[in-house]
C-alpha cells in the first residue's frame, strides 16, 4: 500500500474537442474521506473532466493515479475495478426497469443461469438502511420522482462496492428538502471512509458539506481552497473571474392591465383520480412578476402545462390579453404573445439532435425574415443564432454548428432562454429558468427577466429555488396539492413562513383580489 495522501490524483490533464480545450493541464487531487468540490460555470470542463476519470474520454495528456500508483482507465469497466462510480447529471437508468433490476443491471448474480434475486434485495436492503436511501426495489423508474431515481443511481454505484464516487450536479433537479437529504447522505458516506467528488455551481452546498473545493474557469485550474477558510463571493469571483451580485436589482412593479387570467382551472392528474390543479383562479398583470411556489409535485408542472398548452384543461378558462385560449393550441399561444422557458429541457425546450441554430430559430423560422416561400433563409438564420449566443454567452465547442445534445446541460439551458426571452412577448411563462445555472448566469437571466417586467412583460415564474423566489418576484403565490394556499409579499414575508404554507400547514382564508 502506496504511503499517497491522496486516494486519486489527476495529474495535468488536458481534453481537447475540436478547436475547444475542454481541460487544459487540470490536476485535481482527492484525499481519502473527503468531500471534494468541483466548481465552475457552465462549460468550465467539470464534467469532461469527471468523465475521463470515469472512463468515458480518454485524455490527450496527463496521467491519472490512485493511492499513489498509475493507472489506466480506458472505459467504464475499468474505473468499477478501480473502486470509482459516477451518478450523472442526466440519470441512465432504464425507464421501464424496476429500481432493483437497474441496481444490479450489470452486476447480476446468477446460478445456473437464473438470476438471484432474493441475495441482491438482500444487499440492497442492508445499504439502502445503512445510509438512508430509502427506495422501493419493485417500483418502476418512469413512475417514481427523479429524488427517488437519484438514490437509485446512489445504491447502484454503493451496490458495486465503489470507495471513489462521483456525483455531477447532483441537486439540480432536486427540491429544496431533498437537496436536504442527499446532503445528509453525502456526509454519512464520507463518514464511511468514502471519497467523494462533487461537481456543482451552488456556493451554498459547497459551504454546507464540502471539506476542500478546487476551481475551474474556462477549462484552466484556478486553484483549490479550504471550504473552511473561504467565503462564498471569493468562491464566486475565483469561478467567474469578477465579483457577483447575489441580490436582484429591481425598481417596484408597476402593474398594468391584467395579461393572464386563470379562473377556476382544473387538471386532472395522470397518477390518480385526483385533480392536479383544483380550482385555481388567479391574474398577472403587465410589468409585474408574479412567483409560483411549492414543494415539487404539488401541481405546478401540470399548470405549467395547461398555461403553455402541453397539456388539456379540464375546466376553468385560461385568458390571454382578454381572449379566452383555453382550448387553442400551442403555436396560436406562441404567435399571440407568449414565450415558455419549460421546466425539462430535453423534452420540451430543445431538438436534441438538431443544430444550436436550428433550435434557436424553432420559434420564429415560419416568419419573413427567415424563409422566403417555403425555404429557410440559412445565412439570416444562422446570424440570428451567432447574435442569441454572443448576447447571452452560450458555450459550445462547434458554435452554432454544435448538436444540442453536445452541449453542457448549463449551456442547454441557456440556449433556450435565449430564445424565449428574445421573442417579442406579452407574457412569459418561466418555470426552473435557472435550473443547472451558475452564479453568474442566473444573475445575468435575473436582470434580462427584470428588463421584460420593465418593459411590460407579464412574467409568470414557477420554481423551486427559494432565493430565486424571494429575490425575483413582485407577489408570491404558492401551491399546496393543486390549489393556491397562500398569497404572500416577498416584501414582507420570510423563507420560514413560506415554508408553512408550501408544507400545508397554514393556509390563508381570504381569496385574492384582482
Do not use: W
Not at 393572464?260 to 385555481?280: F, Q
Not at 390571454?320 to 404573445?337: A, F, L, V, W
Amino acid at each position: 500500500m502506496s504511503n499517497s495522501p491522496y486516494i486519486i490524483e489527476m495529474r495535468h490533464i488536458t481534453k481537447v474537442f475540436g478547436t475547444n480545450r475542454a481541460n487544459d493541464d487540470i490536476t485535481l487531487q482527492l484525499k481519502k474521506g473527503e468531500i471534494h468540490a468541483l466548481l465552475g460555470e457552465n462549460g468550465a470542463g467539470k464534467s469532461t473532466l469527471m468523465s475521463i476519470l470515469f472512463g468515458l474520454y480518454d485524455p490527450d495528456e496527463g496521467e491519472i493515479y490512485k493511492n499513489g500508483e498509475k493507472v489506466t482507465i480506458k472505459d467504464p469497466n475499468d474505473a468499477t475495478a478501480l473502486g470509482i462510480g459516477m451518478v450523472h447529471q442526466h440519470f441512465k437508468l432504464v425507464e421501464c426497469f424496476s429500481v432493483l433490476d437497474n441496481i444490479i443491471l450489470g452486476e447480476e448474480d446468477t446460478r445456473m443461469g437464473f438470476l438471484q434475486k432474493k441475495t441482491a434485495r438482500a444487499k440492497v436492503k442492508e445499504l439502502s438502511d445503512k445510509y438512508g436511501l430509502y427506495v422501493d426495489p419493485d417500483a418502476i423508474i418512469e413512475d417514481i420522482t427523479v429524488g427517488m431515481q437519484q438514490r437509485t443511481e446512489i445504491l447502484k454505484m454503493l451496490y458495486r462496492d465503489n470507495e471513489i464516487l462521483i456525483f455531477d450536479e447532483p441537486t439540480a433537479v432536486l427540491t429544496p428538502q431533498e437537496i436536504d437529504e442527499l446532503m445528509q447522505i453525502m456526509k454519512n458516506l464520507a463518514a464511511e471512509g468514502k471519497s467523494i467528488l462533487f461537481i456543482t455551481h451552488k456556493l451554498n452546498e459547497i459551504m454546507e458539506v464540502a471539506d476542500r473545493c478546487t476551481v475551474l474557469r474556462k477549462g484552466k485550474y484556478i486553484g483549490t481552497v479550504n471550504v473552511a477558510e473561504t467565503t462564498k463571493e471569493d468562491l464566486s469571483e475565483m469561478m467567474v473571474g469578477h465579483s457577483v451580485k447575489f441580490a436582484v436589482d429591481k425598481a417596484p412593479a408597476k402593474p398594468g392591465e391584467p395579461v393572464l387570467e386563470l379562473r377556476n382551472l382544473c387538471v386532472r392528474s395522470r397518477s390518480s383520480h385526483k385533480n392536479a390543479v383544483n380550482d385555481v383562479s388567479f391574474t398577472v398583470h403587465a410589468g409585474e412578476i408574479v412567483c409560483i411556489a411549492g414543494i415539487d409535485g404539488n401541481g405546478q408542472t401540470e399548470l405549467g402545462y395547461a398555461i403553455t398548452g402541453l397539456e388539456k384543461a379540464d375546466s376553468g378558462s385560461i385568458i390571454m390579453c382578454g381572449e379566452d385560449i383555453t382550448k387553442k393550441n400551442i403555436r396560436y399561444r406562441c404567435e399571440h404573445g407568449m414565450s415558455h422557458i419549460p421546466e425539462d429541457r430535453h423534452k420540451h425546450g430543445l431538438i436534441l439532435d438538431f443544430t444550436l441554430q436550428e433550435n434557436m430559430v424553432l420559434r420564429r423560422y415560419l416568419e419573413p425574415e427567415f424563409q422566403k416561400n417555403g425555404f429557410i433563409r440559412f445565412k439570416e438564420v444562422r446570424e440570428y443564432a451567432e447574435k442569441l449566443t454572443e448576447e447571452f454567452d452560450v458555450r459550445s465547442s462547434a458554435g452554432v454548428d454544435s448538436t444540442a445534445r453536445s452541449m453542457s446541460g448549463g449551456n442547454q439551458q441557456k440556449a433556450v432562454v435565449a430564445r424565449e426571452l428574445d421573442h417579442d412577448h406579452k407574457l412569459l411563462v418561466a418555470i426552473q429558468p435557472t435550473r443547472g445555472l451558475d452564479v453568474g448566469a442566473i444573475e445575468f437571466i435575473h436582470s434580462e427577466i427584470v428588463k421584460k417586467r420593465d418593459a411590460g412583460a407579464a412574467i409568470l415564474l414557477i420554481s423551486l429555488e427559494l432565493d430565486e423566489i424571494m429575490s425575483l418576484s413582485d407577489r408570491i403565490l404558492v401551491m399546496y396539492e393543486g390549489e393556491i394556499v397562500g398569497h404572500l409579499d416577498p416584501k414582507t414575508t420570510d423563507v420560514k413562513e413560506m415554508g408553512l404554507y408550501m408544507a400545508g400547514a397554514k393556509r390563508d382564508t381570504v381569496k385574492e383580489e384582482g
